[in-house]
């Protein structure tokens, strides 16, 4: 199947399907006999079958007949989650095989190592580098300790696949108020990779998300596009280089922790409370959830991991040794 897909060596296509040497600068390609298989995995609450939405109908805006399918992991947050999207003028099947996928899109970062092996080898592999690590991966609940966990730094993986993009979406999304726009933020990123016309992207994510988070979407989505434009010019700027290692420096000092929880979004339902293993969470008379004995939490993000509606945010960082 051929693919609309723009990657790295790829020829682009004419509207009329056929090999061309230049793309005419500002038009997007339509090609109107070719097809595409989208992959997007993650974990539950993160949106990937926002994302899966978005692509088909965008896919079915261009006329390709559009087969989906997908797997809900828990429907709280942190089961896997992952949706199959495959376009084109005749699709049979919904599923994508091993090596098929023109783009894989991970919202979270081993999900997407986990799936590498489904894409092209000239495919785009599109990530958020954030790691949402599930609790049986801790190994100790001591502060600072290590987890057992995808290691790979977003350098090691971009330097990989032959089309990598990996970007801290979900920061980015935060700096518009809702770091649940990150997947928005990725559809930017795919969107400087599939030749359709941001007008037609635009009018499909705003037909999908809440008329209220419209503006948070509009803005999430110029800045993943933008960035994405921008690495593609710059081959530096493909990977969150501040990430050098996911292992804790050795031989620091205690790391502090900080520990927030956003009560508007906090639906009281009280798994933090339930599961925090050192009972330092509580809800107060409102029914939100507050860190009642901050000098107890380890910050092992067990209740940053389990809570169903983001409301949980927890930093570390690890103080630097003062030197005489
Ligand atoms: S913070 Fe999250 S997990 Fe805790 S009570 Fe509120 S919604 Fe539930
Ligand atoms: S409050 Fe959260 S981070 Fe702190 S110990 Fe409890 S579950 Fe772990």
């Known amino acids: 199947m051929s693919s609309p897909v723009k990657s790295k060596g790829a020829r682009p296509k004419?509207?009329?399907?056929?090999?061309?040497?230049?793309?005419p600068a500002g038009e997007p390609v339509k090609p109107a006999r070719a097809g595409g298989n989208i992959l997007i995995v993650g974990v539950g609450g993160q949106g990937v079958l926002m994302i899966a939405k978005v692509v088909a109908l965008l896919a079915q805006k261009q006329g390709y007949q559009v087969k989906q399918s997908e797997v809900h992991g828990m429907a709280k947050r942190g089961g896997i989650v992952f949706s199959h999207v495959r376009y084109g003028p005749e699709v049979w099947s919904p599923t994508i095989v091993k090596g098929e996928a023109d783009a894989l899109i991970a919202l979270e970062w081993a999900e997407g190592l986990r799936w590498l092996d489904h894409l092209k080898h000239e495919g785009v592999f599109i990530a958020d580098t954030r790691r949402i690590v599930p609790p049986f991966a801790c190994r100790s609940r001591k502060a600072g300790a290590p987890i057992n966990y995808a290691k790979e730094t977003p350098a090691d993986i971009v330097s990989r696949v032959a089309d990598g993009f990996a970007l801290d979406a979900s920061t980015i999304a935060e700096g518009f108020g809702d770091a649940r726009a990150a997947n928005t933020v990725l559809l930017g990123v795919l969107s400087a990779s599939l030749a359709y016309p941001e007008a037609d992207w635009l009018e499909v994510i705003e037909a999908s998300v809440p008329p209220k988070s419209r503006d948070i979407n509009r803005n999430a989505f110029a800045a993943g596009r933008e960035w994405a434009l921008a690495a593609r010019a710059n081959p530096t700027l493909r990977f969150d280089s501040s990430i050098t290692s996911y292992e804790?420096?050795?031989?620091?000092?205690?790391?502090?922790?900080t520990?927030?929880?956003?009560?508007?979004?906090?639906?009281?339902?009280?798994?933090c409370v339930k599961l925090c293993p050192?009972?330092?969470?509580?809800?107060?008379?409102?029914?939100?959830?507050?860190?009642?004995?901050?000098?107890?939490?380890?910050?092992?993000?067990?209740?940053?991991?389990?809570?169903?509606?983001?409301?949980?945010?927890?930093?570390?960082?690890?103080?630097?040794?003062?030197?005489?």
């Not at 004419?14 to 793309?23: F, I, M, R, V, Y």
């Open 14 to 23: 004419t509207k009329a399907g056929s090999d061309t040497a230049a793309e």
């Open 248 to 257: 804790a420096p050795a031989g620091l000092l205690q790391p502090k922790i």
């Open 278 to 324: 050192e009972r330092c969470l509580a809800l107060n008379a409102e029914q939100v959830a507050v860190l009642k004995s901050p000098d107890a939490c380890t910050g092992c993000h067990i209740c940053e991991w389990l809570c169903p509606d983001f409301a949980i945010s927890i930093r570390t960082s690890h103080p630097e040794p003062v030197t005489a």
């Open 259 to 271: 520990l927030e929880i956003n009560a508007a979004w906090c639906k009281g339902c009280d798994i």
